[in-house]
């Protein structure tokens, strides 16, 4: 039987889940980044997965973006051989930024900057003076990233509070000198800290002494001036006890 065309238009073919997702996006909030960057990473004429994927390589793989992606690529090596044993997370770092490890830090950092890169390098796709402004991306993904590690290290320094050494926590420990000679004005020792993290440290001998390569020495106080140690024999804090 023949229906009427209103009864045809009725229940109209569903639109791709694609489809309805960008467009919904574009009538809900046209002017957001978030449309734009859906609209860019399709790639017509492809499945909604691999098109996806497909402009998100290729987005990843542009200007600046490609410099944040490489590192990204490096920071997520690191922590999976970290994961796997390869890295000692406790022995192996290098040092502290802003209270925390500075391959926390390091990592949160490239992550902001590698997706504040992506999102300006989707933005700017077609756009005239592209490479110019490139290096306007880059400029604002490297501030943004510094801004948004510092928001996100600012509350983890409460969890690595008292994890950073200090020369202070040098102070009272054994040291063995490392120089051909100690005086007033001149040495050097490996100290070990309680926590099991050693250092060189810079060592002067108040008076005379006999010190050499291999002599075991008390760091007794610290010069903040300075910034040595005083030492003393350790035969003579033994004698004094």
């Known amino acids: 039987m023949f229906e009427p065309p209103c009864r045809l238009l009725e229940h109209p073919p569903a ?4 489809d309805r997702f960008v467009s919904e996006l574009r009538l809900r909030h046209p002017s957001s980044p978030v449309y734009s960057l859906a609209t860019a990473l399709r790639s017509p004429g492809l499945p909604w997965g691999m098109e996806t994927m497909s402009g998100f390589v290729a987005a990843a793989l ?11 690529v490096l920071v997520v090596g690191y922590w ?5 044993g390869v890295f000692d997370l406790e022995d192996g770092e290098i040092g502290f930024f802003g209270g925390v490890p500075l391959s926390i830090s390091l990592s949160l950092f490239v992550a902001f900057s590698w997706f504040l890169s992506l999102a300006g390098t989707v933005l700017i796709d077609g756009a005239p003076l592209r490479v110019l402004l490139g290096f306007g991306v880059l400029l604002a993904a490297l501030v943004g990233g510094a801004v948004g590690t510092r928001l996100i290290i600012v509350p983890l320094r409460r969890v690595f509070a008292g994890a950073e050494p200090t020369r202070q926590d040098f102070v009272g420990r054994v040291a063995v000198v490392r120089t051909s000679s100690v005086s007033e004005d001149f040495g050097q020792a ?9 250092a060189i440290v810079q060592i002067r001998l108040a008076g005379g002494g006999n010190l050499g390569v291999g002599s075991r020495v008390v760091l007794y106080d610290y010069d903040f001036a300075g910034e040595f140690f005083w030492v003393s024999p350790l035969e003579l804090e033994a004698e004094k006890d």
């Open 15 to 18: 639109a791709p889940p694609r």
């Open 62 to 72: 542009g200007f600046p973006a490609v410099l944040f992606s490489f590192l990204l």
């Open 80 to 84: 999976v051989l970290a994961l796997v």
């Open 190 to 198: 490996e100290a070990t800290a309680a926590d099991g993290s050693s």
